[in-house]
């Protein structure tokens, strides 16, 4: 006896491809493993940090924090114990050239060729970086006309003001049009005019797709300008993130406080400077 034949077997359901998930992008940079110790000191202390394209973040702490020792690695400016910094995929210490052509730089206290006048400084900055001179002059015009120091362009940067000086660093960090910004306390000494001429060219810069890194003293400054932030104390990284993740639901200054720790004076502390 011949058995039935099986009933044809069903199609399977046509299910729907799952949508493409696009690659997260790369951080423009990536710190990993940092260390700096001067003799017993300890500057900085293991870290790491991803800081994604098209944001600006703030880095804070105390003095003595490693803010600058942290930025001066970052940047090729000071060799690290141990550690590794990539800008766009460049090593910071393996590949110095590609990675400095992708970053622009203004540390704080550095000496300047302030036997130069602002206009020959940013012509200097600009054939550094291997730019035609038509596009320098061009682009040296439009910086000096917008940080306000068209004035002062002939004039030897060492007659410069504290603030003139931080403003024509800055721009010889943007004249090559680099995508990573990394500014060591660029609003120092600046009046507030031209600190908000500032805060207009670093909010188009990162709207323009460019990235920055800040380091400040001024919380009201950093909230008020960043979207990430990062906090340093003794070297070690203690926060890091968007500014409402770190925030979590405080001011960044009570934030700041509760992590790195306030002093109290106490009542009778410097009693003398009251009035009897």
Same mark, same amino acid.
């Given at each position: 006896?011949? +058995?039935? #034949?099986?009933?044809?077997?069903?199609? $399977?359901? %046509?299910?729907?491809?799952?949508? %493409?998930? $696009? #690659?997260?992008?790369?951080?423009?940079?990536? +710190?990993?493993? +940092?260390? /700096?110790?001067?003799?017993? /000191?300890?500057?900085?202390?293991?870290?790491?940090?991803?800081? $994604?394209? *098209? =944001?600006?973040?703030?880095?804070?702490?105390?003095?003595?924090?490693? /803010?600058?020792?942290?930025?001066?690695? =970052? =940047?090729?400016?000071?060799?690290?114990?141990?550690? !590794?910094?990539?800008?766009?995929?460049?090593?910071?210490?393996?590949?110095?050239?590609?990675? /400095?052509?992708?970053?622009?730089?203004? $540390?704080?206290?550095?000496?300047?060729?302030?036997?130069?006048?602002? !206009?020959?400084?940013?012509?200097?900055?600009?054939?550094?970086?291997?730019?035609?001179?038509? &596009?320098?002059? *061009?682009?040296?015009? #439009?910086?000096? *006309?917008?940080?306000?120091?068209?004035?002062?362009?002939? !004039?030897?940067?060492? &007659?410069?003001?504290? *603030?003139?000086?931080?403003?024509?660093?800055?721009?010889?960090?943007?004249?090559?049009?680099?995508?990573?910004?990394?500014?060591?306390?660029?609003?120092?000494?600046?009046?507030?005019?031209?600190?908000? =001429?500032?805060?207009?060219?670093?909010?188009?810069?990162?709207?323009?797709?460019?990235?920055?890194?800040?380091?400040? %003293?001024?919380?009201?400054?950093?909230?008020?300008?960043? &979207?990430?932030?990062?906090?340093?104390?003794?070297?070690?990284? @203690?926060?890091?993130?968007?500014?409402?993740?770190?925030?979590?639901?405080?001011? @960044?200054?009570?934030?700041?406080? &509760?992590?790195?720790?306030?002093?109290?004076?106490?009542? #009778?502390?410097?009693?003398?400077?009251?009035?009897?």
């Amino acid at each position: 006896m011949s +058995l039935p #034949e099986p009933p044809p077997l069903s199609e $399977p359901p %046509h299910l729907p491809e799952p949508p %493409h998930l $696009p #690659e997260p992008s790369p951080p423009v940079l990536a +710190l990993r493993n +940092l260390r /700096k110790r001067f003799g017993s /000191k300890v500057a900085v202390e293991d870290l790491t940090l991803d800081v $994604p394209a *098209g =944001t600006m973040l703030g880095l804070l702490g105390p003095n003595g924090a490693g /803010k600058t020792t942290a930025l001066a690695m =970052t =940047t090729g400016l000071l060799q690290p114990d141990a550690g !590794t910094a990539w800008v766009l995929g460049a090593d910071v210490w393996r590949d110095p050239a590609g990675a /400095k052509a992708r970053l622009g730089v203004l $540390p704080d206290g550095i000496r300047m060729f302030d036997r130069l006048t602002g !206009t020959e400084l940013l012509r200097y900055s600009g054939l550094l970086r291997g730019m035609d001179e038509t &596009d320098i002059a *061009g682009r040296s015009a #439009e910086l000096i *006309g917008a940080l306000g120091l068209a004035d002062a362009a002939g !004039t030897l940067v060492v &007659d410069y003001s504290a *603030g003139m000086k931080k403003k024509i660093g800055l721009a010889c960090a943007l004249i090559h049009a680099p995508r990573l910004l990394i500014l060591d306390e660029p609003f120092e000494a600046v009046d507030p005019v031209s600190g908000e =001429t500032i805060r207009q060219i670093l909010r188009a810069f990162v709207a323009g797709g460019g990235t920055v890194v800040l380091s400040s %003293h001024v919380m009201e400054l950093v909230e008020s300008l960043c &979207d990430r932030v990062a906090i340093l104390a003794e070297g070690r990284l @203690l926060a890091h993130g968007s500014l409402d993740e770190v925030r979590a639901g405080m001011s @960044l200054q009570q934030r700041f406080l &509760d992590l790195v720790g306030s002093h109290d004076l106490g009542e #009778e502390t410097l009693a003398w400077l009251r009035s009897s």
